[in-house]
């Protein structure tokens, strides 16, 4: 075989193996895009939230200037927090997911939530969520959304003490 051949047959090799090893995701990543993917669809048929996810001491921020965006160091924190939203919902949150991306031990999900307020009007959101997993639980997320909507639903829908 001629030199110039050798050379192509081991930069085809290397390409080859390149684009196989970069391509393939790791069990991790498919076990973690799983279990977001499970838990939003169980959220959509009312048998969970991706909430069950969460380990004890999860740390989960909310960008933005909402009045619920800043930082909560549990579960049980957040869990505040979400009942002071839901509490003014006639209906649940419906999670439609666009896109779940999984890296390691993270996994961004892009997701669309629908719901009635009390004052009978929509309430819609966007939302994308950074989420970093460890031993099958979720220890670290970042939410972003549209936290005018979310301010709108918390000034506009008073609770009634």
């Not at 991790?28 to 838990?39: D, F, I, M, S, Y």
């Not at 966007?126 to 979310?150: P, R, S």
Request: hydrophobic residues 45%.
């Amino acid at each position: 075989m001629s030199s110039i051949l050798r050379l192509h047959a081991i930069a085809l090799c290397l390409a080859l193996s390149t684009s196989i090893a970069g391509a393939s995701p790791t069990s991790t990543q498919q076990t973690n895009a799983t279990l977001v993917r499970e838990a939003f669809t169980n959220w959509q048929q009312g048998k969970g939230t991706v909430f069950d996810l969460l380990a004890p001491d999860a740390r989960w921020t909310v960008a933005g200037t909402s009045p619920v965006s800043g930082m909560y160091a549990s579960k049980a924190e957040l869990a505040q927090v979400v009942r002071s939203i839901t509490a003014r919902l006639a209906t649940p949150i419906v999670p439609t997911v666009q896109s779940i991306i999984a890296e390691d031990d993270v996994v961004v999900v892009l997701w669309h939530g629908r719901a009635t307020a009390l004052d009978q009007k929509p309430y819609n959101n966007t939302y994308l969520w950074h989420m970093t997993f460890k031993n099958g639980q979720v220890i670290e997320v970042t939410a972003f959304l549209d936290t005018y909507a979310l301010d709108d639903l918390m000034h506009r829908v008073k609770l009634v003490p």
